[in-house]
Protein backbone atom coordinates (compact mmCIF):
# COMPACT_ATOMS: atom_id res chain seq x y z
CA UNK A 1 0.00 0.00 0.00
CA UNK A 2 1.42 3.26 -0.55
CA UNK A 3 2.45 5.22 1.65
CA UNK A 4 -0.08 8.80 3.10
CA UNK A 5 0.06 11.70 0.50
CA UNK A 6 1.85 14.02 2.92
CA UNK A 7 4.77 11.10 2.90
CA UNK A 8 5.85 11.16 -0.62
CA UNK A 9 9.19 13.47 -1.41
CA UNK A 10 9.04 14.09 -4.77
CA UNK A 11 12.49 13.16 -6.40
CA UNK A 12 12.36 16.87 -8.57
CA UNK A 13 13.21 18.60 -5.20
CA UNK A 14 16.91 18.15 -5.11
CA UNK A 15 16.93 19.74 -8.54
CA UNK A 16 14.53 22.43 -7.00
CA UNK A 17 16.96 23.45 -4.23
CA UNK A 18 20.31 23.34 -6.70
CA UNK A 19 18.78 25.71 -9.05
CA UNK A 20 17.42 28.54 -6.71
CA UNK A 21 21.57 28.69 -5.79
CA UNK A 22 22.34 30.11 -8.86
CA UNK A 23 18.97 31.03 -10.79
CA UNK A 24 16.75 34.22 -9.82
CA UNK A 25 13.73 32.75 -10.85
CA UNK A 26 12.64 29.06 -11.33
CA UNK A 27 9.03 27.33 -13.10
CA UNK A 28 7.41 24.91 -11.81
CA UNK A 29 5.30 23.31 -14.72
CA UNK A 30 3.21 20.87 -14.86
CA UNK A 31 -0.40 19.39 -14.57
CA UNK A 32 -2.97 20.79 -11.76
CA UNK A 33 -2.90 18.58 -9.09
CA UNK A 34 0.48 16.73 -9.77
CA UNK A 35 1.55 18.10 -6.39
CA UNK A 36 3.77 21.88 -7.77
CA UNK A 37 2.17 24.21 -4.91
CA UNK A 38 3.24 21.56 -2.45
CA UNK A 39 6.63 21.41 -3.85
CA UNK A 40 7.15 24.66 -3.91
CA UNK A 41 5.22 25.64 -0.38
CA UNK A 42 8.01 22.77 0.98
CA UNK A 43 10.98 23.82 -0.11
CA UNK A 44 10.28 27.99 -0.16
CA UNK A 45 8.57 28.47 3.14
CA UNK A 46 11.04 27.07 5.33
CA UNK A 47 13.35 30.10 3.15
CA UNK A 48 10.94 32.24 4.03
CA UNK A 49 9.21 32.74 0.65
CA UNK A 50 5.70 34.62 1.07
CA UNK A 51 2.75 32.57 -1.24
CA UNK A 52 0.63 34.21 -3.13
CA UNK A 53 -1.37 32.58 -5.40
CA UNK A 54 -2.68 33.70 -8.54
CA UNK A 55 -6.48 31.64 -8.21
CA UNK A 56 -7.18 34.78 -5.31
CA UNK A 57 -9.20 36.78 -7.42
CA UNK A 58 -7.99 39.89 -5.44
CA UNK A 59 -4.14 38.84 -6.56
CA UNK A 60 -5.13 38.02 -10.14
CA UNK A 61 -6.87 41.33 -10.62
CA UNK A 62 -3.99 43.69 -9.17
CA UNK A 63 -1.25 41.51 -11.05
CA UNK A 64 -3.47 42.21 -14.54
CA UNK A 65 -4.15 45.51 -14.12
CA UNK A 66 -0.81 47.31 -12.80
CA UNK A 67 1.84 44.32 -13.06
CA UNK A 68 4.81 46.80 -12.37
CA UNK A 69 3.55 47.92 -8.84
CA UNK A 70 2.44 44.40 -8.10
CA UNK A 71 5.50 42.67 -8.87
CA UNK A 72 7.48 45.78 -6.96
CA UNK A 73 5.55 45.00 -3.88
CA UNK A 74 6.35 41.43 -3.64
CA UNK A 75 8.88 40.30 -1.11
CA UNK A 76 12.42 39.41 -1.95
CA UNK A 77 11.25 35.95 -2.10
CA UNK A 78 8.05 34.64 -3.35
CA UNK A 79 6.22 31.91 -4.46
CA UNK A 80 3.93 33.06 -7.41
CA UNK A 81 1.26 30.10 -8.07
CA UNK A 82 -0.26 29.62 -11.73
CA UNK A 83 1.71 32.17 -13.35
CA UNK A 84 -0.33 31.55 -16.60
CA UNK A 85 -3.28 33.22 -15.53
CA UNK A 86 -1.43 36.56 -15.72
CA UNK A 87 0.92 36.78 -18.31
CA UNK A 88 1.11 40.75 -17.46
CA UNK A 89 4.01 39.99 -14.91
CA UNK A 90 6.44 38.18 -16.91
CA UNK A 91 8.26 41.47 -18.09
CA UNK A 92 7.50 43.18 -14.48
CA UNK A 93 9.46 40.38 -13.76
CA UNK A 94 11.95 40.63 -16.32
CA UNK A 95 12.79 44.09 -15.42
CA UNK A 96 12.80 43.43 -11.35
CA UNK A 97 15.63 40.49 -12.16
CA UNK A 98 17.59 43.06 -13.77
CA UNK A 99 17.36 45.39 -11.35
CA UNK A 100 18.87 43.15 -9.07
CA UNK A 101 19.98 39.51 -10.03
CA UNK A 102 19.72 37.61 -7.13
CA UNK A 103 19.64 33.70 -7.22
CA UNK A 104 16.37 32.34 -5.95
CA UNK A 105 13.96 35.65 -5.88
CA UNK A 106 11.36 33.86 -7.46
CA UNK A 107 9.35 30.19 -7.32
CA UNK A 108 6.94 30.28 -10.32
CA UNK A 109 4.19 27.63 -10.84
CA UNK A 110 1.93 27.05 -13.82
CA UNK A 111 -0.72 24.42 -14.65
CA UNK A 112 -1.08 24.73 -18.06
CA UNK A 113 2.39 24.89 -20.56
CA UNK A 114 3.18 28.66 -20.00
CA UNK A 115 6.33 28.25 -22.29
CA UNK A 116 3.53 28.50 -24.88
CA UNK A 117 2.14 32.00 -23.44
CA UNK A 118 3.82 35.19 -25.98
CA UNK A 119 6.09 36.78 -25.03
CA UNK A 120 7.27 34.47 -22.03
CA UNK A 121 10.59 32.82 -23.16
CA UNK A 122 11.80 36.39 -24.45
CA UNK A 123 10.88 37.86 -21.54
CA UNK A 124 12.54 35.19 -19.11
CA UNK A 125 15.13 33.55 -21.39
CA UNK A 126 17.95 33.40 -19.36
CA UNK A 127 16.93 34.79 -16.19
CA UNK A 128 15.06 31.23 -15.72
CA UNK A 129 15.22 27.47 -14.92
CA UNK A 130 12.08 25.57 -16.07
CA UNK A 131 11.44 22.19 -14.00
CA UNK A 132 8.75 19.76 -15.24
CA UNK A 133 6.73 18.51 -12.22
CA UNK A 134 4.79 15.45 -13.55
CA UNK A 135 2.12 13.54 -11.47
CA UNK A 136 4.00 10.50 -9.21
CA UNK A 137 6.36 8.00 -10.40
CA UNK A 138 6.19 4.43 -9.48
CA UNK A 139 9.56 4.95 -7.47
CA UNK A 140 8.45 7.83 -5.76
CA UNK A 141 4.61 5.82 -4.21
CA UNK A 142 7.23 2.86 -3.86
CA UNK A 143 10.04 5.44 -1.85
CA UNK A 144 13.11 3.45 -4.22
CA UNK A 145 15.44 5.55 -5.90
CA UNK A 146 15.30 3.61 -9.30
CA UNK A 147 18.45 3.14 -11.52
CA UNK A 148 17.09 1.87 -14.25
CA UNK A 149 17.98 4.78 -16.49
CA UNK A 150 21.02 4.75 -15.31
CA UNK A 151 21.67 1.02 -16.13
CA UNK A 152 19.91 1.43 -19.57
CA UNK A 153 22.52 4.30 -20.64
CA UNK A 154 25.62 2.09 -19.42
CA UNK A 155 23.84 -1.03 -21.34
CA UNK A 156 24.30 -3.50 -18.55
CA UNK A 157 21.40 -5.04 -16.92
CA UNK A 158 22.53 -8.28 -14.59
CA UNK A 159 20.32 -11.54 -15.33
CA UNK A 160 18.23 -12.45 -12.49
CA UNK A 161 14.45 -13.47 -11.36
CA UNK A 162 11.91 -10.99 -9.83
CA UNK A 163 8.62 -11.36 -8.80
CA UNK A 164 5.90 -11.10 -11.29
CA UNK A 165 3.36 -8.17 -10.81
CA UNK A 166 0.37 -10.00 -12.61
CA UNK A 167 -2.51 -8.45 -11.23
CA UNK A 168 -0.81 -5.71 -9.50
CA UNK A 169 0.36 -4.24 -12.67
CA UNK A 170 -3.06 -3.23 -13.69
CA UNK A 171 -3.90 -1.82 -10.49
CA UNK A 172 -1.10 0.66 -10.72
CA UNK A 173 -2.05 0.93 -14.18
CA UNK A 174 -5.63 1.99 -13.43
CA UNK A 175 -4.44 4.18 -10.09
CA UNK A 176 -2.48 6.63 -12.02
CA UNK A 177 -0.11 9.25 -10.31
CA UNK A 178 -1.79 12.05 -8.83
CA UNK A 179 -0.79 12.37 -5.47
CA UNK A 180 -4.91 12.87 -4.42
CA UNK A 181 -5.56 10.04 -6.39
CA UNK A 182 -3.25 7.99 -4.85
CA UNK A 183 -3.89 8.71 -1.47
CA UNK A 184 -7.35 6.88 -1.97
CA UNK A 185 -7.43 3.44 -1.26
CA UNK A 186 -10.52 2.90 -2.35
CA UNK A 187 -10.90 2.31 -6.15
CA UNK A 188 -14.55 3.77 -6.94
CA UNK A 189 -13.20 6.85 -4.93
CA UNK A 190 -10.26 7.34 -7.52
CA UNK A 191 -12.17 6.87 -10.20
CA UNK A 192 -14.95 9.68 -9.30
CA UNK A 193 -11.30 11.88 -8.20
CA UNK A 194 -10.45 11.40 -11.80
CA UNK A 195 -13.89 12.01 -13.30
CA UNK A 196 -14.24 15.48 -11.36
CA UNK A 197 -10.48 16.64 -12.78
CA UNK A 198 -11.24 15.84 -16.16
CA UNK A 199 -14.81 18.04 -15.63
CA UNK A 200 -12.40 20.63 -13.92
CA UNK A 201 -9.88 20.95 -16.40
CA UNK A 202 -11.92 21.52 -19.70
CA UNK A 203 -14.73 23.49 -17.90
CA UNK A 204 -12.01 26.04 -16.24
CA UNK A 205 -8.43 25.52 -17.54
CA UNK A 206 -9.26 25.02 -21.34
CA UNK A 207 -11.88 28.08 -21.01
CA UNK A 208 -9.59 29.96 -19.19
CA UNK A 209 -6.84 29.20 -21.81
CA UNK A 210 -9.30 29.94 -25.03
CA UNK A 211 -12.55 31.20 -26.61
CA UNK A 212 -13.28 27.67 -27.72
CA UNK A 213 -16.91 27.27 -28.86
CA UNK A 214 -17.17 23.68 -29.15
CA UNK A 215 -16.06 22.92 -25.33
CA UNK A 216 -18.66 20.47 -25.23
CA UNK A 217 -17.04 18.14 -27.69
CA UNK A 218 -13.74 18.11 -25.34
CA UNK A 219 -14.67 15.44 -22.98
CA UNK A 220 -15.62 13.28 -25.98
CA UNK A 221 -12.62 14.04 -28.09
CA UNK A 222 -10.76 13.40 -24.36
CA UNK A 223 -12.14 9.96 -24.43
CA UNK A 224 -10.83 9.14 -28.20
CA UNK A 225 -7.98 9.84 -27.92
CA UNK A 226 -7.48 7.45 -24.55
CA UNK A 227 -9.05 5.04 -26.82
CA UNK A 228 -6.16 5.83 -28.88
CA UNK A 229 -3.27 6.00 -26.57
CA UNK A 230 0.22 4.63 -28.00
CA UNK A 231 -0.91 4.72 -31.69
CA UNK A 232 0.08 6.83 -34.33
CA UNK A 233 -1.72 10.15 -34.28
CA UNK A 234 -4.35 10.37 -36.66
CA UNK A 235 -5.92 13.68 -36.53
CA UNK A 236 -9.08 13.26 -39.21
CA UNK A 237 -10.03 9.74 -37.62
CA UNK A 238 -9.53 11.55 -33.72
CA UNK A 239 -12.21 14.28 -35.04
CA UNK A 240 -14.54 11.99 -37.35
CA UNK A 241 -17.11 10.68 -35.07
CA UNK A 242 -17.35 14.22 -33.69
CA UNK A 243 -17.53 16.12 -37.35
CA UNK A 244 -15.15 18.94 -36.54
CA UNK A 245 -13.29 20.40 -39.00
CA UNK A 246 -9.28 19.05 -39.21
CA UNK A 247 -7.84 23.29 -37.86
CA UNK A 248 -10.82 22.82 -35.31
CA UNK A 249 -9.48 19.20 -34.07
CA UNK A 250 -5.52 20.60 -34.28
CA UNK A 251 -6.52 23.64 -32.07
CA UNK A 252 -8.84 21.30 -29.84
CA UNK A 253 -5.42 18.43 -29.43
CA UNK A 254 -3.81 21.74 -28.90
CA UNK A 255 -5.51 23.03 -25.99
CA UNK A 256 -5.26 19.11 -24.06
CA UNK A 257 -1.43 19.37 -24.61
CA UNK A 258 -0.96 22.41 -23.27
CA UNK A 259 -2.95 21.63 -19.80
CA UNK A 260 -0.62 18.12 -19.71
CA UNK A 261 -3.99 15.61 -20.54
CA UNK A 262 -2.52 14.15 -23.50
CA UNK A 263 1.22 14.61 -25.72
CA UNK A 264 2.45 13.92 -29.08
CA UNK A 265 5.43 11.48 -28.65
CA UNK A 266 7.39 12.88 -32.08
CA UNK A 267 9.20 10.29 -34.14
CA UNK A 268 12.62 9.88 -34.13
CA UNK A 269 14.78 10.91 -37.14
CA UNK A 270 18.44 11.78 -36.68
CA UNK A 271 19.59 9.54 -39.56
CA UNK A 272 17.67 11.19 -42.58
CA UNK A 273 15.46 8.40 -44.68
CA UNK A 274 12.28 8.26 -46.49
CA UNK A 275 11.53 4.98 -45.26
CA UNK A 276 10.59 6.47 -41.90
CA UNK A 277 6.83 7.18 -40.50
CA UNK A 278 7.22 10.63 -38.85
CA UNK A 279 4.02 11.21 -37.42
CA UNK A 280 3.70 11.40 -33.57
CA UNK A 281 2.47 9.09 -31.43
CA UNK A 282 -0.69 10.24 -29.43
CA UNK A 283 -0.10 8.98 -25.29
CA UNK A 284 -2.50 10.25 -22.35
CA UNK A 285 -0.05 11.50 -19.66
CA UNK A 286 -1.56 9.39 -17.03
CA UNK A 287 -3.15 6.18 -17.41
CA UNK A 288 -5.34 6.43 -14.36
CA UNK A 289 -7.16 9.74 -16.08
CA UNK A 290 -7.03 7.01 -19.86
CA UNK A 291 -8.69 4.14 -17.57
CA UNK A 292 -11.45 6.34 -16.51
CA UNK A 293 -12.35 8.00 -19.65
CA UNK A 294 -12.44 4.43 -20.70
CA UNK A 295 -14.36 3.35 -17.49
CA UNK A 296 -11.75 0.48 -17.36
CA UNK A 297 -11.49 -1.05 -13.57
CA UNK A 298 -8.27 -3.16 -13.25
CA UNK A 299 -10.22 -6.26 -13.78
CA UNK A 300 -12.01 -5.51 -17.01
CA UNK A 301 -8.17 -3.58 -17.95
CA UNK A 302 -6.65 -7.01 -17.27
CA UNK A 303 -9.24 -9.00 -19.48
CA UNK A 304 -8.75 -6.71 -22.38
CA UNK A 305 -5.57 -7.54 -23.32
CA UNK A 306 -5.62 -4.93 -26.50
CA UNK A 307 -6.40 -2.32 -24.39
CA UNK A 308 -3.96 -3.49 -21.92
CA UNK A 309 -1.42 -3.52 -24.25
CA UNK A 310 -1.58 0.23 -25.44
CA UNK A 311 -2.02 1.26 -21.51
CA UNK A 312 0.56 -0.71 -20.66
CA UNK A 313 2.54 0.82 -23.60
CA UNK A 314 1.59 4.47 -22.29
CA UNK A 315 2.39 3.57 -18.35
CA UNK A 316 6.44 2.78 -19.27
CA UNK A 317 6.46 6.09 -21.11
CA UNK A 318 5.74 8.42 -18.55
CA UNK A 319 6.88 6.34 -15.93
CA UNK A 320 10.42 6.78 -17.80
CA UNK A 321 9.62 10.45 -18.39
CA UNK A 322 8.91 11.12 -14.48
CA UNK A 323 12.25 9.57 -13.31
CA UNK A 324 13.47 11.51 -16.46
CA UNK A 325 12.57 14.82 -14.89
CA UNK A 326 14.55 14.46 -11.67
CA UNK A 327 18.00 14.09 -13.63
CA UNK A 328 20.16 16.73 -14.37
CA UNK A 329 20.97 15.28 -18.01
CA UNK A 330 18.43 15.99 -20.01
CA UNK A 331 16.73 12.74 -21.82
CA UNK A 332 14.17 13.07 -24.97
CA UNK A 333 11.43 10.42 -26.04
CA UNK A 334 10.19 9.50 -28.81
CA UNK A 335 9.26 6.51 -31.43
CA UNK A 336 10.54 4.83 -34.35
CA UNK A 337 8.68 3.41 -36.66
CA UNK A 338 10.14 3.34 -40.75
CA UNK A 339 7.73 2.11 -43.69
CA UNK A 340 9.08 -1.76 -43.78
CA UNK A 341 7.11 -1.94 -40.36
CA UNK A 342 10.04 -2.00 -38.11
CA UNK A 343 8.81 -0.26 -34.88
CA UNK A 344 10.42 0.68 -31.26
CA UNK A 345 7.57 1.71 -28.85
CA UNK A 346 10.40 4.48 -26.94
CA UNK A 347 13.26 5.61 -28.23
CA UNK A 348 15.11 7.43 -25.25
CA UNK A 349 18.16 10.01 -26.31
CA UNK A 350 20.68 11.14 -23.57
CA UNK A 351 22.26 14.67 -24.82
CA UNK A 352 23.04 14.65 -28.61
CA UNK A 353 24.64 11.16 -28.08
CA UNK A 354 23.97 7.95 -26.98
CA UNK A 355 20.87 6.44 -27.99
CA UNK A 356 18.30 3.61 -26.26
CA UNK A 357 15.57 1.46 -26.99
CA UNK A 358 12.45 -0.17 -25.22
CA UNK A 359 9.92 -2.09 -26.53
CA UNK A 360 7.03 -2.61 -24.54
CA UNK A 361 4.95 -6.30 -24.20
CA UNK A 362 2.03 -7.36 -22.44
CA UNK A 363 2.89 -10.86 -22.57
CA UNK A 364 4.30 -12.88 -19.79
CA UNK A 365 7.64 -13.94 -21.68
CA UNK A 366 9.87 -12.31 -23.89
CA UNK A 367 11.65 -13.92 -26.86
CA UNK A 368 13.83 -13.30 -29.64
CA UNK A 369 11.74 -12.36 -32.01
CA UNK A 370 10.48 -9.39 -30.10
CA UNK A 371 13.59 -7.72 -30.70
CA UNK A 372 13.14 -7.20 -34.07
CA UNK A 373 12.67 -3.08 -33.62
CA UNK A 374 15.11 -2.68 -31.40
CA UNK A 375 17.72 -4.49 -33.75
CA UNK A 376 16.73 -2.55 -36.46
CA UNK A 377 17.34 0.64 -34.83
CA UNK A 378 20.67 -0.28 -33.33
CA UNK A 379 21.89 -1.47 -37.20
CA UNK A 380 20.47 2.96 -38.08
CA UNK A 381 21.92 4.36 -35.22
CA UNK A 382 24.82 2.78 -35.44
CA UNK A 383 27.56 3.50 -32.90
CA UNK A 384 25.28 5.90 -30.92
CA UNK A 385 23.40 2.92 -29.76
CA UNK A 386 24.20 1.64 -26.92
CA UNK A 387 20.90 -0.58 -25.31
CA UNK A 388 17.52 -2.51 -26.31
CA UNK A 389 15.23 -3.37 -23.70
CA UNK A 390 11.90 -5.38 -23.94
CA UNK A 391 9.55 -4.71 -20.85
CA UNK A 392 7.49 -7.24 -20.45
CA UNK A 393 5.24 -8.51 -17.60
CA UNK A 394 7.14 -11.08 -16.59
CA UNK A 395 9.76 -12.26 -13.97
CA UNK A 396 13.67 -12.86 -15.35
CA UNK A 397 15.58 -10.32 -16.82
CA UNK A 398 17.46 -11.55 -19.16
CA UNK A 399 20.51 -11.16 -21.15
CA UNK A 400 19.93 -11.79 -24.63
CA UNK A 401 23.35 -10.42 -26.61
CA UNK A 402 24.30 -7.21 -27.98
CA UNK A 403 23.21 -5.02 -24.95
CA UNK A 404 19.92 -6.29 -25.70
CA UNK A 405 18.14 -7.47 -22.26
CA UNK A 406 14.73 -8.65 -21.39
CA UNK A 407 13.64 -6.73 -18.08
CA UNK A 408 10.28 -7.32 -16.10
CA UNK A 409 8.20 -3.85 -15.98
CA UNK A 410 8.92 -3.70 -12.25
CA UNK A 411 12.35 -3.33 -12.93
CA UNK A 412 11.36 0.30 -13.80
CA UNK A 413 10.99 1.55 -10.23
CA UNK A 414 12.89 -1.27 -7.93
CA UNK A 415 16.49 0.17 -6.41
CA UNK A 416 18.64 -1.96 -8.01
Not at 60 to 79: C, M, N, Q, W
Not at 364 to 384: I, N
Request: aromatic share 8%; net charge positive.
Amino acid sequence: MPPGLRTIPRHLEPRLREALRDTPAVLIHGPRQSGKTTLARTVGEARGYRYVSFDDSDALTLARTDPVGFVSRLPEKSILDEVQKAPEIFSALKLAIDRRRTPGRYILTGSANVLLVPGLSDSLAGRMEILHLHPLSQSEIEGTRSRFLDLLFRGRFKSGLSERLGSELANRIVRGGYPAAVARRAPARRRLWYRDYVETQIQRDIRDLSRVRSLDTMPKLLEFAAARTARILNVADLGAPLELTRPTIHEHVALLERVFLIERLPSWDRNPTNRLVKRPKLHLRDTGIACELLQFDSARLEADRSVFGSMLETFVLQELRRQAAARRDPIRFFHYRDRDDYEVDIVLELGYGRVAGIEVKSAATVQAADFRGLRKLREVVGKLFVAGVVVYDGGATIDFGDSMYGAPVRRLWEAS
